[in-house]
């Protein structure tokens, strides 16, 4: 099975299963957060990556692939050979049509001749017949001589039928014998099509492990807490809070989050690898304690700049969502995920998936969509909590945990692994979730 077909399958049971929403969370505003429910979402992830076949299975399929494709080639340039030879002059084909019409115009001419002979012979009985004096005798000759041209006539003519009949044959040989041909080479250009589509995708799939086959490995490194409000108006702004932790045993230097949100499409529509889900991104903005202003994020900006992190220390950052106004009414999930690089050139992508499901409410005809604060306008910064006293570089970051839970999977345990590929499927960045390795920085 291909990787890529094995995540867009976590896309679609993702996008199609029920989940249980979660609970409503206070903004940063608001004083020190209690602490969540911190129980790490479940999923698949492992099933699937029990699937995930082998750099060295994926070569060995790129050797087979490119063997078909070759022999496909092969097969087609024969095929092709094979259908330019039937015009060459010496197939035996061609040489049977030039036979059958030099017997044609042999026969043809034959006939010519006895109808011509005919035609004098029935003249020449006229003439016998118009004499007054004409003999009993001549009259009988010219009768023999009339019936004799009729018998090499009819002769003549069923010659000629049985040339042109043999020509037909020879041209219907040589007719048959391209579309047959021709067929043959039709299907050759398919099987190479195919070949070629199919080693192309063997190469991607290569590629695409060796890519997230990288040296930034996932690991649990870095916790996240997402939480929001169960329910979302369409054309109206709702914030939904996200905590990052650093739960290794040192401090990582530089940490940055990543969140989506996506309209859910409806149970009952169809959701495999080729939906497109661009239509469906809701646009989120972020604001932190060193970064006030709402920053949209974006497939050009698309990470949130978490920064220096110490062990054990967290970073709260205000994640604002708004649903489209012409949006219907339906469900939307929002989901984020974490990584970190350090000087030493080490880095890693977190473990953590989680994903904050929720109604949309379609707006009301009478409302007006609430205004997007311009995002030149700051954003009051939220209380730096002091936690335990330990502290990253970062303001307002400690291991305090974020108040809300982490979304509930319920039946749908493929959820936060599908959506964050979808996710990143939907904003063009040439790979899913999984498969972003960032290079790390000495001064990053």
């Not at 090499?152 to 042109?164: R, V, W």
């Not at 996200?242 to 989050?257: G, I, P, Q």
């Not at 661009?278 to 949130?304: C, F, H, M, N």
Request: aromatic share 4%.
């Amino acid at each position: 099975m291909k990787i890529r077909r094995i995540l867009a399958t976590a896309v679609a049971a993702a996008v199609t299963t029920p989940v249980v929403f979660l609970s409503a969370a206070p903004a940063f505003a608001d004083t020190k957060p209690t602490a969540p429910q911190s129980q790490k979402p479940t999923s698949h992830e492992d099933d699937i990556d029990d699937e995930m076949p082998s750099i060295e299975e994926l070569k060995a399929a790129v050797a087979v692939a490119q063997k078909a494709y070759d022999e496909a080639v092969a097969d087609l340039a024969a095929a092709k050979a094979d259908l330019k030879v039937l015009d060459k002059a010496d197939h035996p084909l061609q040489a049977k049509i030039s036979d059958a019409t030099k017997a044609v115009d042999a026969a043809a001419a034959a006939k010519t001749a006895a109808d011509d002979k005919l035609a004098k012979a029935v003249q020449a009985e006229k003439d016998v017949l118009a004499k007054p004096d004409a003999t009993e005798q001549e009259k009988a000759d010219a009768a023999a001589a009339v019936t004799t041209a009729k018998t090499a006539a009819a002769e003549a003519a069923t010659l000629k039928k049985t040339a042109d009949d043999e020509a037909v044959k020879a041209f219907k040989a040589l007719f048959d014998a391209k579309e047959a041909a021709t067929r043959v080479v039709k299907l050759a250009e398919k099987v190479e099509k195919t070949t070629k589509r199919e080693l192309a995708d063997a190469k991607e799939e290569l590629k695409f492990a060796e890519e997230i086959a990288g040296e930034c490995k996932e690991d649990d490194a870095l916790e996240i807490a997402l939480s929001g409000p169960k329910t979302v108006t369409a054309g109206k702004p709702a914030v939904f809070s996200l905590r990052v932790t650093n739960t290794s045993d040192r401090t990582l230097d530089v940490v940055d989050a990543f969140a989506n949100a996506v309209r859910l499409p409806a149970p009952d529509e169809e959701v495999d690898e080729e939906t497109v889900l661009a239509g469906r991104l809701i646009p989120i903005e972020w604001s932190s304690p060193d970064v006030l202003e709402w920053t949209p994020i974006t497939d050009k900006y698309e990470s949130i700049e978490v920064g220096k992190l110490a062990k054990g220390a967290s970073y709260d950052v205000k994640l604002r969502i708004t649903v489209d106004a012409k949006a219907p009414a339906g469900r939307g999930v929002a989901f984020a995920y974490a990584e970190y690089e350090n000087k030493d050139g080490s880095c890693g992508i977190g473990s953590d998936y989680p994903d904050a499901d929720f109604a949309i409410v379609a707006a009301d005809k009478g409302d007006k969509p609430t205004p997007t604060p311009s995002t030149s306008t700051p954003t009051p910064a939220p209380s730096a909590t002091a936690g335990n006293g330990t502290t990253s570089q970062q303001g307002g970051s400690s291991r305090t945990p974020v108040n809300g839970t982490l979304a509930a999977t319920g039946a749908n345990d493929t959820l936060p692994l599908g959506l964050a590929a979808a996710g990143a499927v939907a904003l063009g960045a040439g790979a899913l979730v999984v498969a972003r390795r960032r290079k790390a920085g000495a001064d990053a």
